[in-house]
């Protein structure tokens, strides 16, 4: 089955402490992205990357790395998370084209107190 | 720079009824765009696309959007609305530079 999965979906952590969520698809797409969710802003992308390691900026890469080793993971990294970096994170992927629709994983819901 | 704007946040409607949720864009570049559907607790998938050629797109689940250009716009319709159709959906556009830009979404409530 064509799917993007993430882990963990849910994580509660305090603030400064490093932590990784994954995101892994097997459809052999060049293109990933990060995005985070908030209420009433609706997604805005964090990182993407066109292909092994070839990343760049969206929109809100402040507090945020990723990498791009294998075409088929994209983890993303808070080294020292803080509190306004409690949302809700989705991972995508698609094909190079322009005219590929992206598919997302589940979500992962993120709490740092 | 292109950017979404979705125009209504809240669309509550009655079953049976029809609805449209409306999107304008705005880029420098032709634009390929798509409207989502996140139902709750899921991640978003995909509704409709148009990437050329006829302006009037049909998607899954009964819903079609119109393109046009002039107004730059890509309205989402349906002419019936099911209790299952309670979502947020999403307008968003693809760039060349592959960077992807989402509207704010509009939450569809259909009541009975």
């Known amino acids: 089955e064509a799917q993007v999965t993430q882990n963990p979906r849910y994580l509660i952590t305090v603030t400064g402490k490093k932590l990784t969520v994954t995101c892994s698809q097997n459809?052999?797409?060049?293109?990933m992205s990060w995005y985070r969710q908030d209420p009433g802003l609706g997604l805005r992308q964090i990182y993407y990357s066109m292909n092994v390691e070839v990343t760049d900026k969206g929109d809100v890469p402040e507090g945020y790395k990723v990498s791009r080793k294998e075409k088929r993971n994209f983890p993303l990294i808070l080294e020292s998370p803080s509190p306004n970096q409690t949302s809700l994170y989705f991972c995508?992927?698609?094909?190079?084209?322009?005219?590929?629709?992206?598919?997302f994983g589940p979500g992962t819901r993120l709490t740092v107190t | 720079a292109q950017s979404v704007t979705q125009l209504d946040s809240q669309v509550p409607v009655f079953e049976e009824a029809p609805v449209e949720l409306r999107c304008n864009y705005s880029?420098?570049?032709?634009?390929?765009l798509f409207w989502y559907v996140q139902y709750p607790n899921q991640g978003l998938q995909l509704l409709l696309k148009y990437l050329s050629g006829s302006t009037l797109v049909k998607g899954i689940n009964g819903f079609e959007a119109e393109f046009n250009k002039s107004q730059t716009s890509f309205h989402l319709r349906k002419p019936s609305v099911h209790i299952s159709d309670t979502a947020e959906y999403f307008c968003a556009v693809n760039t060349n530079a592959g960077k992807s830009t989402f509207g704010d979404g509009t939450t569809l409530t259909v009541k009975p």
């Open positions: 995508a992927s698609r094909g190079l084209a322009r005219g590929y629709e992206q598919y």
């Open positions: 459809m052999n797409h060049e293109y």
């Open positions: 880029s420098s570049v032709s634009v390929y």
